[in-house]
Nanobody
Framework: QVQPVESGGGLVQAGGSLRLSCAVS????????MGWYRQAPGKRRERVAA???????NYVDSVKGRFTISRDNTKNTVYLQMNSLKPEDTAVYYC????????WGQGTQVTVSS
């Protein structure tokens, strides 16, 4: 079971946008609810968005209306479109299935400057 590979992070000014991508092995992706998580320095990892294999989504309140999660079931890839970014969105972002996780990827750093 290979861990996910996240990409697309970077440094952006407040109000800007980024699109994260995550390539996932079939054993993790197929049929599972997939999520984007983030961990800021000194804080616990939190799930910010999730999507079922059928495309039903949910979001933590702090990102509703700004972030959009999507998935391409033909490419085993999950995306997170992040708009209207705020400094408090600064964190390392990870993707993985929702549920027990054996291996986390390296994540991708998102830094939002004020």
């Amino acid at each position: 079971q290979v861990q996910p590979v996240e990409s697309g992070g970077g440094l952006v000014q407040a109000g800007g946008s980024l699109r994260l991508s995550c390539a996932v092995s079939g054993s993790i992706f197929n049929g599972n609810v997939m999520g984007w998580y983030r961990q800021a320095p000194g804080k616990r990892r939190e799930r910010v968005a999730a999507i079922t294999s059928g495309g039903i989504t949910n979001y933590v309140d702090s990102v509703k209306g700004r972030f959009t999660i999507s998935r391409d079931n033909t490419k085993n890839t999950v995306y997170l479109q992040m708009n209207s970014l705020k400094p408090e969105d600064t964190a390392v972002y990870y993707c993985n299935k929702v549920g027990p996780v054996d291996h986390w990827g390296q994540g991708t750093q998102v830094t939002v400057s004020s």
